[in-house]
């Protein structure tokens, strides 16, 4: 089955001590996007690739940055986590078309101790 | 710019009673409209969506939502809830042309009681 799937599903980390988090994809899809879900709120949306094409959210930390080496990987770096880093973690992908549907992977976990 | 308001952060029916969440949106577009599930410690499932075709949208698991521009509305049904049902569920919208990135409700969490 085609599918998103995220590496891996809980990941803890120290506090200032990098971490990469991994999605890759089976469906084929131009765009991917990186979400943050703190509990019991909505996904956050912090950057997506268009292709190639990177998109910051204007209030994506500094400390977050993205790589899509080809069309099927997308990682998620966090330079120096902190506490409030600490959250879920949902890569997700669409095609091209106008309905742009979001397919989501199960996420990541992140515990910054 | 766009946005979704869901109404009733905690919602709790009985098992097999009508379901019933409610989501208003805005957007200066006519939008595109989402409702998604979410299980504890997993991702986001797609419920049914609306494109602009039939008004009335039916998706998986038994769900249905019905588009109502006049109310901007989106609520989303189910006639008897089953113990299953118990998740996280998002409203969402994509509406303002040139923004790829949907908009998502606070969520609703829905109890199943037996």
């Known amino acids: 089955d085609a599918m998103v799937i995220q590496n891996p599903r809980y990941q803890v980390t120290q506090f200032g001590k990098p971490v990469t988090l991994s999605c890759s994809q089976t469906?084929?899809?131009?765009?991917m996007y990186w979400y943050q879900q703190k509990s019991s709120q909505a996904p956050k949306l912090l950057f997506h690739y268009y292709d190639k094409d990177f998109n910051n959210e204007a209030d994506t930390p500094d400390n977050f940055q993205s790589r899509r080496p080809n069309t099927s990987f997308c990682f998620l770096d966090i330079r120096s986590p902190g506490l409030g880093d600490a959250a879920m973690y949902l890569c997700?992908?669409?095609?091209?078309?106008?309905?742009?549907?979001?397919?989501f992977g199960p996420g990541t976990r992140l515990t910054v101790l | 710019a766009q946005s979704v308001t869901q109404l009733g952060s905690h919602v709790s029916v009985s098992e097999g009673a009508l379901v019933l969440l409610r989501c208003n949106y805005s957007s200066s577009v006519p939008p595109y409209l989402f409702w998604y599930v979410q299980y504890p410690n997993q991702g986001l499932q797609l419920l049914l969506k609306?494109?602009?075709?039939?008004?009335l949208v039916k998706g998986i698991n038994g769900f249905e939502a019905e588009f109502k521009k006049s109310e901007t509305s989106f609520h989303l049904t189910k006639p008897s809830a089953h113990m299953s049902d118990a998740a996280e569920y998002f409203c969402?919208?994509?509406?303002?042309?040139?923004?790829?990135?949907?908009?998502f409700g606070s969520g609703t969490r829905l109890q199943v009681q037996p």
């Open positions: 609306y494109t602009s075709a039939a008004t």
């Open positions: 969402a919208v994509k509406g303002d042309t040139g923004r790829r990135a949907l908009t």
């Open positions: 469906l084929n899809h131009n765009v």
């Open positions: 997700a992908t669409s095609s091209r078309g106008s309905t742009d549907t979001q397919y």
